[in-house]
């Protein structure tokens, strides 16, 4: 029995010896399966942690199957008629503003189409139109008296310069009549009328003396002076008048025009700039046409009176000039016996 169980103690042992191994390789075996299963937990988690929104996301349809069993609720389906009956008064309100604005509509064929000067003024009120045409006149009266005024002034300008140059180089009265035979204009009549008062005069030169003549030449030389100025002068009172006048007329074409446009916007209801505009745009054209006819009107009249005070300066010097000839014929005795010489004049 003894050797029996030393026989079994034997193996025992042996059994042993031989099973350490196999149980170290098994410890080995499960610490390497344990760390392949902490590792994977970890790469698990990760995921789970850095993509929050995945699973936000991935939830709605998780609850997409609930929707079968909340959708038969009787309290879900009351709102249904209050929003169907929303929407009708959502629609109203919508088309609301466009039927406040229908009224404000103004129709195509009501517009103007041409808005030219010609078609403005075709379109214009009747005030307006007969603004214009008074300003249109009065532009072309302007024009008309610059075209006469200037031609006339010109040719006085020449006439009355060579009776000076005559005047200034004669050496008495006689010389200068015998020049200007023939000729015409303020020159010739203050030669005329000269020669007049000295034929007039011979008688009282012994008596009364040469300073009553020379009173009497300055007296006529200075009534035709006036005349001839006043005769130049005729039709510049037009230009200032129109110059002063038209822009005050073209005020009131705009003024009306502008009433017209208010009284427009008040009648459509809107605002809108194809009612405003024609009726600005007539206001603003009879402006134009006051501007036109005041404007060339102010410098016509400042040039007209610069030339005519010029014209006047060289009058004076053609009767200064015959009143010295005149002088020195009476200190000479030229009078003393009857001769007279006459000059044709306007």
Do not use: C
Not at 22 to 35: D, K
Not at 92 to 99: N, Y
Not at 231 to 259: D, E, H, Q, R, Y
Not at 322 to 335: F, K, P, T, W
Request: charge should be neutral; avoid cysteine; charged fraction near 15%.
């Amino acid at each position: 029995m003894s050797g029996n169980k030393a026989d079994i103690r034997l193996r025992l042992q042996r059994a042993l010896l031989h099973s350490i191994p196999a149980l170290v390789l098994a410890g080995f075996v499960s610490t390497a399966a344990f760390a392949q299963d902490a590792q994977s937990q970890t790469q698990n988690q990760a995921p789970a942690l850095a993509e929050p929104t995945q699973t936000q996301s991935a939830t709605p349809p998780a609850a997409q199957p609930v929707e079968p069993e909340t959708q038969p609720a009787a309290p879900q389906q009351t709102p249904a008629p209050a929003v169907s009956e929303a929407a009708p008064v959502q629609n109203e309100s919508a088309q609301g503003p466009v039927d406040v604005a229908q009224p404000g509509e103004v129709p195509a064929e009501t517009l103007p189409h041409d808005l030219s000067p010609w078609g403005m003024f075709m379109a214009a009120d009747w005030v307006v139109k007969g603004v214009m045409i008074g300003l249109i006149i009065a532009s072309l009266l302007t024009w008309t008296i610059w075209l006469a005024k200037s031609l006339e002034i010109a040719a006085a300008k020449i006439r009355i310069g060579k009776v000076l140059r005559v005047v200034e180089d004669a050496r008495s009265l006689q010389d200068a009549t015998e020049t200007l035979a023939g000729s015409r204009g303020t020159g010739a009549i203050m030669i005329k009328a000269t020669n007049e008062e000295v034929d007039l005069s011979r008688g009282a030169l012994s008596k009364a003396g040469a300073e009553g003549l020379k009173e009497r030449v300055t007296s006529r030389l200075s009534r035709i002076e006036a005349f001839s100025g006043r005769k130049m002068t005729k039709g510049t009172g037009i230009l200032a008048t129109i110059g002063s006048v038209a822009p005050f007329v073209g005020l009131f074409g705009t003024v009306w025009g502008i009433m017209n446009s208010f009284i427009s916007i008040s009648e459509a209801q809107t605002t809108n700039l194809a009612v405003v505009a024609p009726g600005i745009a007539e206001a603003l054209l009879a402006t134009a046409i006051g501007l036109v006819a005041a404007i060339p009107a102010v410098v016509f009249y400042n040039v007209f009176a610069r030339s005519i005070a010029g014209y006047r300066h060289t009058m004076g010097d053609v009767s200064a000039a015959i009143e010295r000839l005149v002088s020195r014929d009476l200190d000479y005795g030229a009078y003393t016996h009857s001769q007279r010489v006459s000059v044709a004049a306007e």
